[in-house]
């Protein structure tokens, strides 16, 4: 193939064809499957039979703002848009194509801004109590201390020091359709070390015990979604608060953000930046803006009223509403 037929070939072509094929050969499973599936859903039914060059930007920008107002919302809108930017540039790329990009310049919808549904210490501790007994306990705890559910899944008993509390997370088991497999972490950050609080130190080994100390994965040979599903379907049974596995990792991170420097959290939950660790987890309290407000007088303004004010004559009026 050379450069003009190269241009001439529709987008399903790249994609299905060349850009596919390629990605799997370089991505994990599950980036892959998420390509294939907003490419499926949103990109193919539009541009499919279009080559780069029938593309313009007008009707790029037309079809994120038309997407954004459906059920896949601005974010599935901006990944459908990234997809199809991929796709192109990439073409574009291996092949030299000097044409016009028709995704350059696009503007994406405004978007809400993401709150993971969190639990109180007060609640989370219920959840914690009320999982006593359930098969899949051990990955509840495990989850209660920050990891990324896949992390929790893929994490072994040998991985525990039973001594000191220290497991390493050093993988991912992570569950496409029709696929369960192990994975390199997530980051290179994310592969490190946690520590398990006293209580729950204890009470992983209290299960490994009577489990007859087995060795492998803590949830065996089942599936991510057999797990999510049976604590999901306890809790309920049980009537006990649940916001799924990915949102205790948001609990943690939360609690963990309000009382302890945010370096600290965000290498303890291996994200490959700082930022994301600001973005999610921290925010301001009232007590802390008071205690802000309160060193900022006193090193600059004054403590009082009368200690800002003071060799001024205030109006009567002032003096009164002051009063």
Known sequence: MDATQAIALDISQISQDHYLPAKRKRRRPNTVYGYESSLNLHVLPKWGAMSIPEITHDAVQDWVDELAKTDAGPCGAEKAYKCLRQVIRWWMDKWGL????????????RKVPYKPSVLTTRRLKRLIRGLVGCKYEPSGII????????????????????????????????????????????????????????????????????????????????????????????????????????????TWGTIAAKDNPIEAV???????????????????????????????????????????????????FELALAA
């Open 98 to 109: 000097y044409v016009a990009d028709p995704t350059r310049g696009i503007e994406m919808p």
């Open 143 to 250: 989850q209660s201390h920050g990891t990324r559910p896949s992390e929790a899944y893929y994490l072994h008993w040998e991985h525990i020091d039973w001594r000191t509390g220290r497991y390493h997370i050093s993988g991912a088991l992570l569950q496409i359709p029709g696929l369960v497999y192990e994975s390199d972490t997530k980051t290179p950050q994310s592969d490190r070390d946690g520590y398990l609080s006293p209580w729950a130190l204890d009470r992983l080994h209290a299960i490994w015990e009577s489990r007859g100390r087995p060795k492998g994965r803590i949830i065996g040979d089942d599936k991510p979604s057999k797990v999510y599903y049976h604590l999901k379907a306890w809790a309920s049974r049980h009537k006990l608060p649940w916001v799924g596995m990915r949102n205790l990792r948001h």
């Open 266 to 316: 965000s290498a303890m939950m291996g994200h490959a930046s700082i930022q994301t660790t600001y973005q999610y987890y921290y925010s301001l309290t009232t007590s802390t803006i008071k205690r802000v407000q309160r060193k900022v007088a006193r090193s600059i303004l004054g403590k009082t009223c009368d200690d800002m004010y003071r060799g001024i004559q205030l109006p009567t």
